[in-house]
């Protein structure tokens, strides 16, 4: 009896794993496919997550593509009427027009140099008339040794700058006259005022003479 149990038992064990045999290889190839099709859905969302691409776009396609706002329309271009072609109130407003135009060219303010220079890094001044150092009064700037070099800074020749002086009046103006119009407003402010002092000493001296 319990020999026939045993048997009976390991009949039953035998079965069991041929069943489980089998059904392992009859599921196999269906967990194959699942498995190929799983990785092929994984692989297909990972690309659709997986950035795009990005190409350079060309000259041509950004000029065609971008927009930064309504245009604005082109201006019309101004185009001038032959003389011709224009009326007699036109031609005088021309001629005005034009004549303004010169006059603004001319009203140019003369300039005369002092003979002074100044350093543009520190702004010390070489003054002509006075000289400096071994340079007695009245040495040019132009006549200094090209290794001269300024005494506050020590910055070379080149640093030093013509320092010239505004004078009251047109340089178009300049050829008219006795010379006056190439004075400073200074001189001819002494002028004017050395000609009052001058004829009120002369009208007392005419008292004295009585």
Known sequence: MPSS???TILNVCLLLLVAFVSASAF?????????????????????SRRPLPSYAASEEGVKDTELIGPTAPP?????????EDMTEEE????????????????????????????????GWQYKEEKGFGPYPAGTAFAA??????????KAGKPAFKSMTKTIAGFSDNSKYGFGGNNLTS????????GGLFFFFVLFLSGYLLE
């Open 5 to 7: 149990t045993s048997r």
């Open 27 to 47: 599921f196999l190839p269906s967990s194959r496919v699942l498995s190929t099709g799983s990785n092929h859905a994984l692989h297909k969302h990972v690309a």
């Open 75 to 83: 201006a019309p271009a101004v185009v001038e009427k032959a003389e």
């Open 91 to 122: 031609k005088a407003m021309k001629a005005k027009m034009d004549k303004i135009k010169e006059l603004k060219a001319k009203e140019v303010f003369q300039t005369q140099d002092t003979g002074d220079y100044e350093c543009q890094v520190c």
């Open 144 to 153: 200094l040794p090209a290794d001269f070099k300024c005494p506050n800074c």
């Open 186 to 193: 200074e001189q001819k402010g002494g002028l004017i005022f």
